[in-house]
């Protein structure tokens, strides 16, 4: 699977330590108050894992999946939900986890259905990488791992057709592997 990277972003140690502060903000913003974690799959999968575990907050943890890819290395620009509705999190504070930040569609989406359909005190958003690039929709991060340029990126819960994602490092995918068939 290495083989089929151009370059390596982060190891593994990198992403650990890095997920070491990021638990600590967490945990510092959301001491007293009662935390429900939305992890958003598969993506966040790994991420959410290794975060949390970091995290000593009697925390509620659930899940939405979301597709906006469908094979292809750009979203589609429309963003389908695997499930009728979200998880109920009235009078809770949400955490939504995510792998990356990209177009913006995918966590807009979902904070549109969470607001439209719960009524939680308030949301804030998690996500392991951020692209550095104009967004689609206006979606932005409060906990953020690392700022990346917009390449497309693999591993560490990040799938290229749904490969790679037990990569436990992050790299950029070479480009000849790429097709964008699915756009
Ligand atoms: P957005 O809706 O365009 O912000 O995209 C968010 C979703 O697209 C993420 O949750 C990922 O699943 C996927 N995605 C965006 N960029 C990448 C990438 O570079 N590699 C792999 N998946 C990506
Ligand atoms: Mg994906």
Redesign the pocket.
């Known amino acids: 699977m290495q083989n089929d990277l151009e370059k390596i972003l982060f190891h593994e140690q990198t992403i650990l330590s890095r997920l070491d502060v990021l638990a600590q903000e967490i945990t510092a913003e959301y001491r007293d108050k009662e935390l429900t974690v939305i992890a958003?799959l598969?993506?966040?999968i790994i991420f959410a894992a290794d975060l949390l575990r970091r995290i000593p907050l009697a925390l509620k943890l659930d899940c939405v999946s979301?597709?906006?890819?469908h094979g292809g290395?750009?979203?589609t620009g429309q963003?389908t939900f695997d499930q009728i509705s979200v998880p109920d999190v009235s009078g809770r504070h949400v955490l939504i986890v995510?792998?990356?930040?990209?177009?913006?569609?995918?966590?807009?989406?979902i904070q549109e259905k969470l607001f439209a359909e719960a009524r939680p005190l308030s949301a804030k958003v998690c996500?392991l990488?951020r692209?550095i690039k104009e967004?689609?929709?206006p979606?932005e991060a409060d906990f953020v791992g690392f700022d990346?340029a917009d390449?497309?990126?693999?591993g560490y819960g990040?799938?290229?057709q749904e490969n790679y994602r037990n990569l436990p490092l992050i790299g950029v995918?070479r480009a000849e592997l790429v097709t964008n068939s699915g756009r």
Do not use: C, M
């Not at 979301?66 to 890819?69: I, T």
């Not at 995510?98 to 989406?109: C, E, N, V």
């Not at 390449?151 to 693999?154: A, D, L, R, Y």
């Open positions: 958003v598969n993506g966040s979301v597709a906006s890819y290395t750009a979203s963003v995510d792998d990356i930040l990209d177009s913006g569609r995918t966590l807009f989406a996500v990488l692209k967004r689609a929709k979606a990346i390449e497309f990126v693999v990040l799938d290229y995918l």
